[in-house]
């Protein structure tokens, strides 16, 4: 994707193969600008997934003719600037008409934090909640690395998520079961020659996706890649 400006989220990633498993995320650095965060949790804001397919990591028609990928951090404040501010229209246009699928990748190379979000929206998509946590999550977003993925925090995200049980979640998330979507992120990362987030990957679903440089963090940042490939 475009290194946008004031961008302080930028990692490498390295897979190591070992009996065709284990990634490994090694690094994260920021690059100027102060910390853009308060340590204030953002008020909640209702998910915008309501009646629409969840399963497991996808968000949408499993038969839409057009998938998104998106490798993110759910610490970084530019992926939740663009949940916030991009992802409810992309699934106003193209997510309830059947056009485009969505696949969540994340990374959690920010911090402890990152990967305690992390494990608990894969946990949840166990449940098919996956994005309703991760929007709550975004929409809740603290300083990074202050605790603010706390057990209080989860359970709350859960109680505004029909069928989804808190308490559960917060065991779920460290069972092994949890581990190898953590892996399949980092390896598909690396693969797709991600180096910042938010990054994005697009294609014919079921075809090659290729990496998004998108223009901004807004939705005309991304439609125009949408609109191409379904023109396509």
């Given at each position: ?9 930028r ?9 065709a498993l ?17 340590g ?10 309501a ?8 968000l949408?028609?499993?038969?839409a003719?057009?998938?998104l990928?998106e490798y993110a ?8 600037q663009?949940s916030?501010e991009?992802?409810p ?8 008409a ?6 969540f ?11 305690k979000?992390?494990r608990?929206?894969?946990a949840?998509?166990h ?8 929007h709550?999550?975004y929409a809740r977003?603290?300083?990074e690395n ?15 998520v029909?069928g989804l049980d ?5 065991s779920?998330?460290?069972e092994?079961s949890?581990?190898p979507?953590l892996?399949r992120?980092?390896a598909a ?6 180096h910042?987030?938010p990054a994005?990957?697009i294609?014919?679903?079921?075809g ?5 440089e998108?223009?901004s ?9 949408i609109?191409?490939?379904?023109a396509?």
């Amino acid at each position: 994707m475009t290194r946008l400006a004031n961008n302080r989220w930028r990692f490498a990633v390295v897979i190591v193969v070992g009996a065709a498993l284990a990634a490994a995320l090694i690094g994260a650095s920021q690059v100027g600008a102060e910390q853009t965060q308060t340590g204030e949790l953002a008020p909640a804001v209702d998910p915008p997934f309501a009646g629409i397919e969840q399963r497991g990591v996808v968000l949408g028609s499993s038969v839409a003719p057009v998938t998104l990928v998106e490798y993110a951090d759910l610490q970084c404040p530019y992926c939740a600037q663009w949940s916030r501010e991009t992802l409810p229209v992309l699934v106003a246009e193209y997510v309830e008409a059947g056009k485009l699928r969505i696949v969540f990748h994340g990374l959690a190379f920010i911090g402890a934090d990152s990967d305690k979000a992390l494990r608990t929206a894969i946990a949840a998509g166990h449940d098919d909640h996956l994005w309703d946590v991760v929007h709550g999550l975004y929409a809740r977003q603290g300083a990074e690395n202050s605790g603010w993925v706390t057990d209080e925090l989860v359970r709350e995200i859960a109680s505004g998520v029909r069928g989804l049980d808190g308490e559960k979640l917060l065991s779920a998330r460290w069972e092994s079961s949890v581990e190898p979507e953590l892996k399949r992120g980092v390896a598909a990362a690396g693969r797709a020659g991600v180096h910042s987030t938010p990054a994005f990957q697009i294609g014919r679903t079921g075809g090659r996706l290729e990496l998004v440089e998108i223009s901004s963090l807004g939705p005309d940042g991304i439609r125009p890649a949408i609109e191409a490939v379904l023109a396509g």
